[in-house]
């Protein structure tokens, strides 16, 4: 029996860590139905083709099918990494999940709280990069700031070191 379809983000930027949480969310976290949404945060000094107007806002939702095709997606500065592309077909294909993505401009902290109110996340999950102690203090942690910060459910993927 499957619940009410839930909206599930998974925080992006393709280091390892973040593509375990994405692992983790599709393996764990989502069943049929569920919408997952690629989070990413892009520098606010970017330029990319489509930042214009959606700077202040995040891009529209980008469908799998847009997401996928390569010329599409460097107009908003996404990587085109076949991983986390296998990850979404499968997660797409065998749990039936709807997969978009969105795209910020800014201070991750503060974009990935964003985010969580303007998509009315059910969920989050973050990868943790597992930075060291000064390095955690200067640049503070991205994962610390949005579970003190958000109002929906946090997982945080503690990156293994492989």
């Known amino acids: 029996m499957m619940g009410n379809p839930r909206r599930v983000g998974v925080g992006l930027d393709?280091?390892?860590?973040?593509?375990?949480?994405?692992?983790w969310a599709a393996d764990n976290l989502i069943d049929g139905g569920d919408q997952l949404i690629l989070i990413q945060v892009q520098p606010a000094k970017a330029c990319h083709t489509r930042k214009q107007?959606?700077?202040?806002?995040?891009?529209?939702?980008?469908?799998?099918?847009?997401?996928?095709?390569?010329?599409?997606?460097k107009q908003y500065g996404l990587t085109h990494d076949p991983e986390v592309l296998d990850i979404l077909d499968t997660v797409s294909r065998t749990k039936g999940a709807k997969v978009v993505a969105k795209v910020y401009w800014g201070d991750p902290?503060?974009?990935l709280c964003d985010?969580?109110?303007?998509?009315?996340?059910?969920?989050?999950?973050?990868?943790?990069?597992?930075?060291?102690?000064?390095?955690?203090v200067l640049l503070g942690s991205v994962s610390k700031y949005v579970v003190t910060n958000v109002s929906c459910p946090v997982t945080v993927v503690k990156g293994i070191h492989l």
């Open 115 to 136: 985010a969580v109110e303007d998509l009315k996340l059910d969920s989050l999950v973050l990868g943790r990069r597992g930075l060291g102690a000064i390095k955690r």
């Open 53 to 73: 107007p959606f700077e202040n806002t995040g891009s529209p939702l980008v469908p799998l099918e847009e997401f996928r095709d390569i010329s599409y997606s």
């Open 14 to 23: 393709y280091s390892p860590a973040s593509k375990q949480a994405l692992r």
């Open 109 to 111: 902290r503060q974009k």
